[in-house]
C-alpha cells in the first residue's frame, strides 16, 4: 500500500500559478502510475493528469492541456502538479492517486488509493 498526502493548494486570482505536490510513502513509489484528478461541489470527480511509472507517458485532460504539468520524481517519491494560467473553473479540491496495475487511464476506478485531497480556489 501506499500513503499519499498532498500539500500546495490555496487561494489564487485567475491568471495565477499554483504548484500542487503529492509525497508518497509506504510502497516503492516507482510501482504506480500518479494521477491528478478534481473535485467540485456537486460535481464527479474529473480527472486532470496522470504520468507512468518512470514518466515516460503522460496524458492531460483537454481542459488544463497546455496549462497544467505533472511530473514525477521517485527518488523523492513525489508528484507535483504545476498549474499555470489558473480560470475560476480549475476551482475545486484537487486529489492525488496511484494505480498499481496500469494500463494509465482515466477512470476513478482504475486508481488503487488516494490522498486527502487540497483546496484550490480561484478568483475572478
Known amino acids: 500500500q501506499v500513503k499519499l498526502v498532498e500539500s500546495g493548494g490555496g487561494l489564487v486570482p485567475a491568471g495565477a500559478s499554483l504548484r500542487l505536490s503529492c509525497s508518497a510513502s509506504g510502497d516503492a513509489f516507482d510501482k504506480y502510475i500518479m494521477g491528478w484528478f478534481r473535485q467540485s461541489p456537486g460535481k464527479e470527480r474529473e480527472f486532470i493528469a496522470a504520468?507512468?511509472?518512470?514518466?515516460?507517458?503522460?496524458d492531460y485532460a483537454d481542459s488544463v492541456k497546455g496549462r497544467f504539468i505533472i511530473a514525477r520524481d521517485n527518488a523523492k517519491n513525489t508528484v507535483w502538479l504545476q498549474m499555470d494560467n489558473m480560470i475560476p473553473e480549475d476551482t475545486a479540491v484537487y486529489y492525488c492517486?496511484?494505480?498499481?496495475?496500469?494500463?494509465?487511464?482515466?477512470?476513478?476506478?482504475?486508481?488503487?488509493?488516494w490522498g486527502q485531497g487540497t483546496q484550490v480556489a480561484v478568483s475572478s
Open positions: 504520468i507512468s511509472w518512470y514518466g515516460g507517458t503522460i
Open positions: 492517486a496511484a494505480d498499481h496495475n496500469g494500463p494509465m487511464g482515466r477512470s476513478v476506478s482504475e486508481y488503487d488509493f
